[in-house]
């Protein structure tokens, strides 16, 4: 089964600062795409970005990009330049890509971005 | 264009009672996912169809949990006898279901308080 982890509950950043949030996950088939969502206080679910377990490069999106260790299993999100409207839930999430295609998430990571 | 639509936004129920979920997803999706999140945790899964069909429902937690696509848009979720642990959002999501880069599309959940 996978599982992933979120180690940080919360964290608080000066607004411009970067900061990376942390993401490790288990499993044992070689094919799986990796996720990050943000999630509001409205309560939407907001795709930010993706990482595919062969892809050479990690993965970019804006201001938000992966940092992906593939012999560590590890999947950390850095967001650049941190804004006031980035304060947000943090869940990262894996997919399995042979098989049920679910998204199992991790327990997330609470940001909050100081002015 | 439209996103994926959950009715009602909020359910108000009594220990006991029936309810009825509806999901709309994207149109042209194929895949769709049932979600529930409890306040301050991640989304746990519960059911995914691809078509009409549920691929998978092993997250449903008990036979009072059921979910229906007959004609492999719409989506109900169905849950009889409900208790009070049974209070959640439940989320939907919907993806195009081609392959492990196939970002979930959340609708804005439906808040289900069982008194």
């Known amino acids: 089964a996978q599982k992933i982890t979120q180690t940080q509950p919360g964290m608080f950043v000066q607004e411009k600062e970067a900061v990376t949030l942390d993401c490790t996950y288990d499993?044992?088939?070689?094919?799986?795409?990796l996720f990050w969502y943000k999630q509001p206080s409205s309560g939407e679910m907001i795709f930010l970005i993706y990482?595919?377990?062969?892809?050479?490069q990690n993965a970019t999106e804006g201001r938000y990009s992966l940092n992906f260790q593939k012999a560590r299993k590890s999947a950390n999100l850095v967001i650049s330049a941190s804004q006031l409207g980035d304060s947000a839930m943090y869940f990262c999430?894996?997919?399995?890509?042979?098989?049920?295609?679910?998204?199992?998430f991790g327990q997330g990571t609470r940001l909050t971005i100081n002015p | 264009g439209a996103g994926v639509s959950q009715t009602p936004s909020n359910k108000v129920t009594e220990k006991g009672k029936y309810v009825e979920l509806r999901c709309d997803p994207i149109?042209?999706?194929?895949?769709l996912y049932w979600y529930r999140q409890s306040l301050g945790q991640g989304p746990e899964f519960l059911i995914y169809f691809q078509g009409t069909g549920a691929a998978d429902d092993s997250g449903l937690p008990n036979d009072r949990f059921f979910a229906v696509r007959p004609e492999g848009s719409v989506s109900t979720l169905k849950i009889q006898r409900t208790e009070r642990g049974d209070s959640a959002v439940y989320l939907c999501?919907?993806?195009?279901?081609?392959?492990?880069?196939?970002?979930?599309?959340f609708g804005n959940g439906t808040r289900l308080t069982v008194t």
């Open positions: 999501a919907s993806s195009t279901g081609q392959g492990g880069n196939s970002p979930l599309h």
């Open positions: 999430a894996i997919l399995i890509i042979q098989g049920a295609q679910k998204l199992v």
């Open positions: 990482q595919g377990s062969y892809d050479q």
């Open positions: 149109s042209g999706h194929t895949a």
């Open positions: 499993t044992s088939d070689p094919s799986y795409g």
